[in-house]
């Protein structure tokens, strides 16, 4: 599994957004250590090159009532995740 996609499944470390706190002092690690072994694996298939963060961010203001209900539904679940 890809780093990105265990960043998008924590809600501390990014959630679906992947939007972290850089000043978070704990790594995925430390909020599930069940996920080292998934880490390790995919270091071993494909490398690791994590040597710094860099982002390009953009976004679109969206009015919500002009969502899908289940689009709502997502919207709402990634802000209630702990």
């Not at 599930?32 to 490398?47: A, K, L, M, N, Y």
């Not at 969206?62 to 689009?71: A, F, G, K, M, P």
Request: overall charge negative; some cysteine; glycine content about 8%.
């Amino acid at each position: 599994m890809h780093l990105n996609k265990l960043l998008f499944y924590f809600y501390r470390t990014g959630g679906p957004w992947l939007v972290s706190d850089m000043r978070r002092g704990e790594s995925m690690l430390d909020i599930d250590i069940t996920i080292q072994d998934e880490v390790e694996r995919g270091i071993e298939s494909e490398g690791s090159n994590l040597s710094g963060v860099s982002a390009c961010c953009s976004w679109i203001e969206t009015d919500i009532d002009s969502l899908s209900d289940q689009q709502k539904s997502k919207f709402s679940k990634s802000f209630l995740k702990k």
